[in-house]
């Protein structure tokens, strides 16, 4: 069984630009939420999709969008980048809707200049 | 909206007990979970309290009180891999959804 992956590993980028990270969930999940984690912070949700649909956002403006598609990867975009957008973004997985137990990938380190 | 209290840090020796404890604010509670997170690392489930009383899982055991708004992670023969943050994170119920909220995170150091 495959876990959960992430690509890239890193990125940098600079203010302004857009970005896109991948995630390819664990095998049989349909669930998959991305979360934006600083240094020394508990991951922050940003949003969760569940068969190809959006259905929980956090706190999060909507310069920072997803999809999910039909063999439940999924990816987090990010417009007009900004220098506090710099952290570990992480999504994790689980197999049905209201399940508790999630799988994180191992994460995106993004760092924007 | 959200709000979660863990202590930002704890220390311990190998072979002891320690407790971590996890107050909360919030509305539409559904449950309390725990994950682990060593440096570097991904964090990893441990353990869900979606009921109040005590849940096991060989070392580590997660308490939940609903009606108090809190909860608490123990370890116990702490070793010295157990030193990592743990993070308590409350799960919303809204509109069908169940939506996370992880609290600052508590590290724990684990001495020989």
């Known amino acids: 069984e495959t876990g959960v992956t992430q690509s890239p590993t890193h990125l940098i980028k600079t203010r302004g630009q857009q970005v896109t990270l991948r995630c390819s969930s664990q095998?049989?999940?349909?669930?998959v939420s991305w979360y934006q984690q600083a240094l020394g912070q508990g991951p922050q949700f940003i949003f969760q999709y569940y068969r190809e649909e959006e259905n929980g956002r956090g706190n999060f403006p909507p310069r920072f969008s997803g999809l999910q598609f039909p063999n439940y990867s999924s990816e987090l975009n990010v417009n007009a980048l900004e220098l506090d957008d710099s952290a570990l973004y992480l999504c994790?997985?689980?197999?049905?809707?209201?399940?508790?137990?999630?799988?994180f990938g191992p994460g995106t380190r993004l760092t924007v200049l | 909206g959200q709000s979660l209290e863990q202590p930002s840090e704890v220390t311990a020796v190998e072979g002891a007990i320690v407790q971590i404890n996890c107050t909360y604010q919030t509305s539409g509670f559904y449950g309390l979970s725990w994950y682990q997170q060593h440096d570097g690392g991904a964090p990893t489930f441990l353990s869900y309290?979606?009921?109040?009383g005590l849940e096991e899982t060989g070392r580590f055991s997660s308490f939940l009180s609903r009606s108090d708004s809190y909860g608490y992670l123990l370890l116990q023969e702490l070793q010295m891999k157990d030193s990592a943050s743990y993070f308590c994170a409350v799960s919303t119920s809204s509109g069908g959804s169940y939506i996370p909220t992880f609290g600052r995170g508590t590290s724990l150091i684990v001495h020989p």
């Open positions: 309290n979606g009921l109040d």
């Open positions: 994790a997985s689980r197999t049905v809707q209201g399940d508790n137990e999630q799988f």
């Open positions: 095998s049989g999940h349909n669930t």
